[in-house]
């Protein structure tokens, strides 16, 4: 069992930047796959970015590269997704979301565990 916890969304100026943080707990945290995805009102839950266990692998949408890294501190059990030069339309609730293995990660419904979101505003 993983449980989450998302943190640090707000309110920003376009162009700004926040870090969002998903801690976890449970004893099968290092070996989980970790997603960020988001979801905007009356839209689908989009993917934004996936990282393997150990770190070595990423994976980004094509709205987010350049812009958003995903990194993780397994000493902490802690996922972080940075987001630089954010645009109105990155406005969204965001959920982290923990799976096994590495096949199709930016499929929502291929990850077990889900945190209760943050609410990300970007104004412009």
């Known amino acids: 069992q993983v449980q989450l916890v998302e943190s640090g969304g707000g309110l920003v100026q376009a162009g700004g930047s926040l870090r969002l943080s998903c801690a976890a707990s449970?004893?099968?945290?290092?070996?989980?796959?970790m997603g960020w995805f988001r979801q905007a009102p009356g839209k689908e839950r989009e993917f934004v970015a996936a990282i393997s266990w150990s770190g070595g692998n990423t994976y980004y949408a094509d709205s987010v590269k350049g812009r958003f890294t995903i990194s993780r501190d397994n000493t902490k059990n802690t996922v972080y997704l940075q987001m630089n030069s954010l645009k109105p339309e990155d406005t969204a609730v965001y959920y982290c979301?923990?799976?096994?293995?590495?096949?199709?990660?930016?499929?929502?419904?291929?990850?077990?565990?889900w945190g209760q979101g943050t609410q990300v505003t970007v104004s412009s």
């Open positions: 979301a923990a799976r096994r293995g590495w096949d199709e990660v930016e499929v929502p419904m291929s990850y077990d565990y």
């Open positions: 449970g004893r099968t945290f290092s070996s989980n796959t």
